[in-house]
């Protein structure tokens, strides 16, 4: 199946700072990637769908200009999140679809402090 | 909406001993389920699925049968070992597992020798 690697696997912030959260597929070209956010003893949430080429589409509730995505590749999705706030600190993960299943990236902890 | 509900954790257990996680849903129609599984630092890998009613999936030891009529997917092996020792997640999808996937919070196992 397909392989996603995510990149930093944990990073701390200073408020107010911004910062970018990697997504590749290594070995298969996705038009799509999906964006999660797991909040502690929460489930992991769907924040958006991540589109080669156009905007993304974001989950109701999801402010898009916090959390910036952009896929100009087929092999690489970008999550900013900006001006971060300590409500921010989160484990971000990504995914890709291949046929019927999804595949995902290690996961990025976030700690803004 | 959709939601998946998964017993808390974490779960401790001794190498050799029976593993059950339980796993509700709601949702309307024919989701297909998921039982996916996270080993420390690492993705999230899917485990085995189940998409129609009354479906086993079975990987590693583990089963999990779709109870369509008490809406259920719970985890089980006969036997865990102490690689078995990562995080389970529950799952369910309306579109064959590559778009939104809704997620349970996790379950940490933990198996000693």
């Known amino acids: 199946g397909a392989v996603v690697s995510q990149h930093p696997s944990r990073v701390i912030c200073k408020s107010g700072t911004s910062v970018k959260i990697e997504c590749r597929s290594l070995?298969?070209?996705?038009?799509?990637m999906f964006w999660y956010r797991q909040f502690p003893k929460k489930s992991l949430m769907l924040m958006a769908t991540?589109?080669?080429?156009?905007?993304?589409?974001?989950e109701q509730g999801v402010e898009k200009d916090k959390f910036l995505i952009n896929h100009a590749s087929l092999t690489l999705s970008t999550l900013t999140v900006t001006s971060a706030h300590p409500e921010d600190s989160s484990f971000y993960i990504c995914?890709?679809?291949?046929?019927?299943?999804?595949?995902f990236g290690q996961g990025t902890r976030l700690t803004v402090v | 909406g959709d939601s998946v509900t998964q017993m808390e954790g974490p779960v401790t257990l001794s190498e050799e001993a029976c593993l059950t996680i339980?796993?509700?849903?709601?949702?309307?129609?024919?989701?297909?389920l998921f039982w996916y599984v996270q080993y420390p630092g690492e993705g999230l890998q899917l485990l085995l699925k189940?998409?129609?009613?009354?479906d086993k999936g079975s990987n590693k030891g583990f089963e999990a049968t779709y109870r369509k009529e008490t809406t259920s997917f719970h985890l089980e092996k006969g036997s865990v070992q102490v690689s078995d020792s990562a995080v389970y997640f529950c799952?369910?999808?309306?579109?064959?597992?590559?778009?939104?996937?809704?997620f349970g919070t996790g379950t940490k196992l933990q198996v000693i020798p």
């Open positions: 070995d298969f070209q996705a038009t799509t």
């Open positions: 189940a998409t129609k009613a009354d």
């Open positions: 339980n796993c509700t849903y709601t949702a309307t129609g024919y989701p297909s």
């Open positions: 995914s890709v679809g291949e046929g019927t299943e999804a595949f």
């Open positions: 991540s589109n080669e080429g156009s905007k993304a589409t974001y």
């Open positions: 799952a369910l999808s309306r579109s064959g597992g590559y778009q939104k996937v809704t």
